[in-house]
């Protein structure tokens, strides 16, 4: 079952670089990131590329595969014909630093500006209690394997260098609905989300959970109801009196 | 010498559980701390962890409590553990659950609303807490947000090459960024490793490219001692096909849900294989075993859920017999036990595991599986309350440490390991760091010798390739010091680790030093060298079959070999030199945990 497949893989540094075409074998039940070693061990053993667990659970192997914001090690190869040729690129919505591995940097400075997690004190015999049915509506967001194909795609990013300020992407519009939705945070981030993450940014044209490996529904539980949240925050009239005169606090 | 240069009290090295763990309480006790890790922060190994965290919160049985969890643990580890290291774990364990829900860890919840707890193998109770089969990436994250909240220096894509010491222990350490190849030196009185394991150096393994034994080898090159490392995990149930993902972790958490083991005839082989130092708490049939699910008052555990070591074996066994799958497995049925509804909510990741990469629906057929090498059990040894090695200032948590799991770790076991001893030795490490007036100056012709060192692939022109070399490393220790091990394959694995170590000292390596994967490997590869050493040269001197360590010509378990431990260090020709240890021994208090009898 082993064929020689051919291969684009983008080559090059911060200056520049292109695409180069390789001849590679390919066995049976393989995926992209097995060839990606092939070609390592055997034609370009300096090619760097991030990976870890080879097993879709930690998001170190991102690239475009073929145009698509894809997990090397979740792509079978049998997706693909055998006179298909796979290209790969790395991720186009950051600064390359080398052929496949991109400064992906601006996500980690995203997550430290978030407001930290808040919990409210434990009951009195030192347990929190929360239902179930409660803490799966964050823990879908915490299936998160941070790859960053949300990211990616996301096109307020994707061309737009420009929007990085003021916009925290996908990733990060979702760890806000998760703290906001978590049973145990005190924390009102909503002014937050919208002023300073950029929440009004997004479209919901759901990009971000087309290419979601781990399959989380972005936009339709994260980032609309978020929106909702705020917008409820904004024009609630009660809210409103309660902060002018002094009795419900802001936050 | 182009060189950046850093100062703090604690680096810690390493970000996974156990790192993250360490720093955070280092950090907490006033000390300036840094981490480095090799990869981006939050996808270190401890991401890969599926089943749960072993602690005795009693959340589903009120029956369960330290000593019980104690009590397991060593018989897991077939006594050879380090008593005290069994009993800090089994005591701090809940508490350090609890404290992951104040940052942020959202676990499955019993109906009460309390975290809930599942079966493992070798636990007498319900004891995992979990979240599906994806706790280690719940710990992993909360932990991450935890050290950036706390504005924690995090070096990430940083590889430690040395540490640096000097008479009086622990100065610093020596690496390199990944990134740019650039050198970078931390000055600190304290290091802690929290590096992982050693499973690169095996062909088929659960663990990633970043388990190349470092903290092992750097301690040992540091003056520190390694214990019972002849002890690997191969755990029972890793993928066998397709051949490309041989060896991806299936979680135990499939047999603890309800999962039994078939051969090809059928036959749920387990139960012809249960050891007599199990019997008494192992279900004798079928029906038994089926019951205990639900009712585990009256009934024993099935044979499925016997500690690792003893399920790896008999799967090795069935398939050598010719029992097994078309592709040297066996089966692990749980689609015609649970519904699929409960097992995509139970175990959603090894549904999208299985469909994604081999085409198989768990829910409506059983999955092949085989052994993968998996954890060390051995590793630096360590004092059991501060997890400080034999060199001052240098403390180790995690997998990188030894003692804790004795000669076979308990599933579960691992993550609470991280929480209680990470915390432990970033403690430590704080108190020490304190405790040293002055800052020494890291010498100049140390660094330039490190750097030089590392340099030296590129110096060499027409050597071998890195890969080659690991890939022939790999095969040597799956054929020679595998699963079950004979005398005369030791001592051949040895000749051909003597070889590759030449080899290892003649690489070259292509391109420069930016983002060089070859470059990575060939600066790993000493490092999984000295560790296979270990291990072969370990395996050889210890003379019986003991948990993780099978001698075919030495079948059965010595009780004068249950006393001692064996101890690696550094040998004065760069080799490894083994010595014997007695085991410590338990007080009376404790051993009488072990007379009991469990109702």
């Known amino acids: ?251 | 010498m182009e060189l950046e240069k850093h100062e703090y009290d604690v680096v810690v090295v390493g970000a996974g559980g156990a790192g993250l763990r360490a720093a955070i309480e280092a950090h907490d006790s006033g000390a300036r701390t840094a981490v480095v890790c090799k990869s981006l922060l939050g996808k270190a190994h401890t991401v890969m962890a599926e089943g749960g965290i072993a602690a005795a919160m009693a959340n589903l049985y009120p029956e369960d409590n330290w000593r019980v969890h104690f009590r397991d643990t060593m018989r897991g580890g077939k006594m050879l553990n380090h008593w005290r290291m069994a009993q800090l774990h089994a005591q701090e364990a809940p508490d350090r659950v609890r404290e992951l829900e104040d940052w942020g860890a959202l676990f499955d919840r019993t109906p009460d609303g309390l975290i809930s707890q599942r079966d493992f193998g070798g636990h007498r109770y319900a004891r995992l807490a979990h979240v599906g089969d994806r706790t280690g990436l719940e710990l992993i994250r909360t932990l991450q947000q935890r050290t950036v909240a706390l504005g924690i220096d995090v070096y990430m894509e940083c590889t430690v090459t040395r540490l640096l010491t000097d008479e009086d222990g622990i100065i610093g350490a020596f690496g390199y960024w990944r990134e740019s190849g650039r050198f970078v030196a931390w000055q600190a009185p304290s290091v802690v490793l929290a590096t992982g394991g050693i499973g690169k150096s095996y062909k088929v393994t659960s663990n990633s490219w970043e388990y190349t034994g470092d903290g092992h080898s750097l301690a040992l090159q540091a003056g520190a001692t390694l214990v019972n490392m002849e002890f690997v995990q191969f755990h029972p149930t890793g993928m066998v096909w397709p051949p490309s993902v041989r060896g991806i972790l299936v979680t135990e958490s499939v047999r603890g849900d309800g999962g039994i083991l078939k051969n090809s005839a059928g036959n749920r082989f387990m139960f012809d294989y249960i050891p007599d130092f199990f019997r008494k708490e192992t279900a004798e049939t079928e029906a038994e075993a089926d019951r205990w699910y639900d009712d585990k008052k009256n009934n024993r555990r099935p044979p499925e859920l016997l500690p690792r070591d003893e399920v790896a074996r008999a799967i090795n066994s069935e398939v050598k017999a010719g029992r097994g799958t078309p592709h040297g497995g066996v089966y692990l049925d749980i689609a015609s036990r649970r519904s699929p509804e409960y097992i995509r909510k139970r175990l959603p990741s090894m549904y999208h595991q299985f469909r994604e990469l081999a085409e198989v629906d768990i829910t409506a057929e059983p999955m092949e599986v085989g052994p993968t090498c998996h954890y060390v059990m051995g590793g630096v040894e360590v004092d059991p309350d501060t997890e400080a090695a034999r060199v001052p200032g240098l403390y180790a948590a995690g997998e990188v440490a030894g003692g804790m799991h004795g000669s076979n770790r308990l599933g579960g076991n691992s993550l609470s390991d991280l929480l209680v001893f990470g915390r432990r030795a970033g403690q430590a490490a704080a108190e020490h760091a304190h405790g040293c007036a002055g800052r020494i100056e890291l010498p100049d012709d140390a660094l330039a010798e490190a750097g030089r060192a590392a340099l030296a692939p590129f110096e060499r022109e027409g050597g071998e390739n890195p890969y080659t070399v690991q890939h022939d490393l790999q095969q040597t220790m799956h054929d020679l010091v595998g699963i079950i091990r004979t005398a005369p394959e030791m001592e051949l694995a040895l000749e051909r680790i003597a070889a590759l170590k030449e080899r290892v000292a003649n690489l070259s390596v292509e391109g420069h030093r930016q983002y060089n994967p070859g470059w990575h490997l060939a600066l790993d590869l000493p490092h999984m060298l000295i560790v296979s050493e270990c291990i072969a040269r370990a395996a050889l001197e210890r003379e019986e079959s003991r948990g993780g360590h099978t001698r075919d010509d030495f079948p059965g378990p010595d009780p004068g070999w249950g006393k001692t431990n064996l101890i690696c260090s550094s040998a004065s020709d760069g080799g490894v030199a083994i010595g014997h240890q007695p085991l410590p021994q338990m007080p009376a208090e404790l051993a009488e945990i072990f007379e009991e009898t469990p109702s």
Request: hydrophobic share 35%; net charge negative; glycine share 6%.
């Open chain 1, 1 to 251: 079952m082993t064929y020689d497949a051919a291969f684009r893989v983008w080559r090059g540094d911060a200056e520049g670089g292109d695409l180069r075409d390789f001849t590679v074998a390919v066995n049976e039940g393989e995926v992209v990131l097995d060839v990606i070693h092939r070609l390592q061990a055997t034609q370009a053993g300096d090619l760097a590329v991030r990976w870890n667990c080879k097993a879709g659970k930690c998001g170190s192997c991102s690239a475009e595969i073929n145009g698509r914001p894809r997990l090397m090690c979740m792509t079978r190869m049998s997706t693909f014909g055998e006179d298909e040729t796979v290209t790969v690129t790395p991720l186009r919505a950051f600064p390359v630093i080398r052929d496949l591995v991109t400064d992906v940097s601006f996500n980690y400075e995203k997550a430290a500006q978030i407001p930290a997690f808040t919990p409210r004190s434990r009951e009195k015999d030192g347990n929190h209690r929360m239902q179930q049915i409660d803490v799966e509506r964050s823990q879908e967001f915490r299936k998160c394997i941070e790859c960053f194909l949300c990211q990616d795609t996301c096109h307020v990013i994707r061309d737009h260098e420009e929007n990085k300020a003021s916009f925290a992407g996908p990733r990060f519009l979702i760890r806000l609905a998760e703290l906001d939705m978590h049973p145990l945070d005190v924390v009102d981030r909503r002014d937050a989300a919208q002023e300073e993450f950029g929440l009004g940014f997004c479209n919901v044209t759901k990009c971000c959970s087309e290419v979601c490996p781990e399959g989380i529904h972005l936009t339709d539980n994260g980032i609309i109801p978020l929106k909702e949240r705020v917008v409820d925050r904004k024009f609630d009239p009660l809210t409103w009196l309660g902060a002018k005169i002094g009795r419900r606090p802001r936050d």
